[in-house]
């Protein structure tokens, strides 16, 4: 019979998604068949999947570690923030409308039985399933038709492994602080607890584990060590983006406008693992560096509004010098749209029906439509002469003279992108391009970067067994998978 296990956290970013991808790949490890599963998720982060819709991409990357094909049972609900206009509801990989934080609270009911229906598919086909939670199991305050947290638990009856942050400090009152808000009958769903993020001589926190144990009733499970190899996986938040530089001293400067609505930023996770790369992301009206080469401008969720915000910071003035100096910029998705003459949105698809100019670097027009395109891309990027894989998902079609110098040529015949005459400016709706070794080889030889060893998937895979031993070593799997049922 399949196994159920639920993970919660006692807060947002406290190490939840990662725990479970090193949790899949450590029992997969162990012939395990292990399908992660997150109920409901809220990330501008996605990935394309196999059935031809999409999921959070912390659930894609679970998928990945359990050495299983992304599908959209894994996220069967995702909200996909996008400004003034509340968020995107997506249901089984498909779009179903937008919803404000309020209205949302209504829908969920409706929602609880496309997240069931996608639970047990994954359950008749797994050994075990590990369901991630999301944000704090003691939301009290969103209880109320919850299918997320301890709402979902109980509809499953999946026991609950609660994770708190020793890293942000207070973990002991985090923890014992999540049984005083929930009421008892979630609370009894909770079987233990994982202390994560610890840093320093883990001897010193004995009796703060005793101390958790003896007010909460629930076991201690593990002391997780700060896993450094973190970073060089795809991140769920952008919050990491602020907080962490990518400033490494020397080498090419790629230097990337960090807008509000920033989506898919795990295009830039490859050059950020370039040891000869520099990645800046600029902050707020911060200046474009005089050393940058290179200018990209990436995935938006709300590319009008960002397109305005960035007008606003003076960015556009920065990067106008910058290709007059002989530099380059490129745009992926959202980015490529702003690099046109003007983006329309006449059926207000990001928001109330408006249109803005873009930087007309690109001689190109965008229209966006209701339709969204989701598919897995491959084929040859004359302008990089290499060949790529990734995958486009976005709504718009874009057209212009300077398409008839394409930026990609896919394997299906179709053209993506556009490049300027003096092939300074390019861009494309396709995501994930700088993941391939050759293509991303070719950018940062054009850039005047040396040749690089890094092999971007593979090193994927090594942090993924990485994590999956540092999970073994410091977290009890066999008292896991006695208590999941």
């Known amino acids: 019979m399949s196994r159920t296990l639920m993970i919660q956290g006692t807060g947002s970013d406290v190490g939840k998604s990662l725990l479970v991808a090193g949790l899949a790949r450590a029992f997969a490890n162990r012939g395990v068949r292990v399908a992660p599963f997150k109920p409901q998720n809220m990330s501008n982060n996605a990935a394309v999947t196999v059935d031809g819709g999409e999921i959070g991409r912390a659930q894609a990357l679970q998928a990945r570690a359990a050495r299983l094909t992304p599908r959209i049972d894994m996220n069967p609900v995702l909200l996909k923030p996008q400004g003034a206009s509340g968020a995107q509801i997506i249901v089984q990989g498909r779009v179903v409308g937008q919803a404000k934080a309020l209205d949302y609270q209504e829908m969920k009911p409706r929602l609880l039985q496309p997240a069931l229906d996608s639970y047990a598919r994954l359950k008749a086909a797994a050994d075990m399933v590990i369901i991630e939670g999301a944000g704090s199991a003691a939301e009290v305050n969103l209880r109320r038709n919850d299918i997320a947290n301890m709402g ?138 005089p050393e940058t080469q290179l200018v990209i401008l990436p995935g938006s969720k709300a590319t009008i509004a960002d397109l305005v915000a960035l007008r606003a910071y003076g960015w556009d003035i920065d990067i106008l010098a910058h290709v007059r100096r002989g530099g ?79 930026a990609l040529r896919l394997a299906d015949g179709r053209i993506d992108g556009a490049v300027s005459r003096d092939g300074l400016v390019a861009g494309a709706y396709a995501h994930g391009l700088f993941a391939d070794d050759s293509l991303r080889a070719s950018l940062l030889h054009m850039l005047g970067a040396p040749p690089s060893p890094l092999r971007y998937e593979e090193s994927i895979e090594d942090t993924l067994d990485a994590l999956a031993a540092h999970c073994a070593r410091h977290i009890d799997l066999d008292a896991l998978w006695e208590i999941a049922r």
């Open 328 to 406: 380059r910029v490129f745009g992926v998705c959202g980015g490529y749209q702003m690099l046109g003459r003007v983006i329309r949105d006449p059926l207000g698809i990001e928001g109330p029906a408006s249109e803005a100019p873009g930087l007309a670097l690109l001689d190109i027009e965008t229209a966006l439509t209701g339709e969204k395109t989701l598919t897995a891309v491959s084929g040859h990027a004359p302008m990089f002469d290499a060949t790529f894989s990734g995958y486009e998902m976005h709504v718009g079609e874009t057209s212009g003279p300077d398409c008839e110098r394409p």
């Open 152 to 289: 979902f638990a109980r509809a499953v009856d999946a026991p609950v492994v609660l994770v708190g942050d020793i890293d942000r400090g207070g973990v002991i009152a985090q923890l014992i602080g999540c049984k005083a808000a929930l009421d008892d009958d979630d609370a009894a769903m909770i079987e233990g607890f994982i202390v994560n993020k610890f840093r320093g001589d883990a001897s010193l926190f004995d009796d703060g584990l005793r101390f958790v144990e003896e007010r909460t009733g629930w076991r201690s499970l593990g002391l997780v060590p700060f896993f450094d190899a973190a970073a060089r996986l795809p991140a769920e938040d952008a919050f990491g983006l602020r907080t962490g530089s990518h400033d490494r001293g020397h080498g090419v400067v790629i230097a990337v406008p960090l807008l509000a609505h920033i989506a898919n930023f795990d295009d830039l996770d490859p050059l950020k693992a370039e040891a000869g790369v520099r990645v800046i992301f600029l902050e707020d009206g911060e200046p474009l560096p």
